[in-house]
């Protein structure tokens, strides 16, 4: 027994004239919604608001971005706007001139990693502290 097995089942088929029948809904909403916009604003207003209107609804039609229909390409901008992201970063890997570049920087400037005299820094830094504290005590007392 033989069967039919379907063929070019990415192309649309066209219904109503030259246009699919979802290019057709997307023409007639635009034109639909000019339509009721002409009849209930003055004329100016009507073509203010229905123009972006129309021009919308004919992109939505006939425009493809990267072999999708613009009306994909708007959903997938407007998820991606409402959900979190995460930030991953990578650490770049440094190329053999960079890297020798580095290690003379570090060589020229040997004073950068000289150790100050003092062996306690940690006397040091509290001594530091306890100085400024005497001197804010002194004028609290006045």
């Known amino acids: 027994m033989r069967f039919q097995v379907p063929q070019f089942i990415e192309v649309e088929d066209r219904i109503i004239g030259p246009f699919t029948i979802t290019q057709f809904v997307y023409l007639a909403g635009g034109l639909g919604f000019l339509f009721a ?3 209930t604003l003055p ?3 009507a073509l203010l608001l229905g123009v972006p209107v129309a021009a919308l609804g004919g992109a939505l039609a006939f425009v ?3 072999n999708r229909p613009l009306i ?3 959903e997938h901008a407007f998820f991606y706007a409402l959900k979190d992201k995460l930030y991953i ?3 770049r890997t440094k190329s053999p ?3 020798a570049k580095e290690a003379v920087e570090r060589t020229e400037d040997p004073s950068r990693y000289v150790v100050s005299p003092t062996s306690n820094k940690l006397k040091d830094i509290a001594w530091s502290l306890d100085i400024k504290e005497s001197i804010y005590s002194d ?3 006045r």
């Open 43 to 45: 004329l100016w207003a």
């Open 64 to 66: 493809q971005i990267n």
């Open 37 to 39: 916009l002409w009849l």
């Open 72 to 74: 994909t390409t708007l």
């Open 97 to 99: 001139a960079e890297l």
């Open 139 to 141: 004028r609290n007392q």
């Open 89 to 91: 970063w990578s650490k």
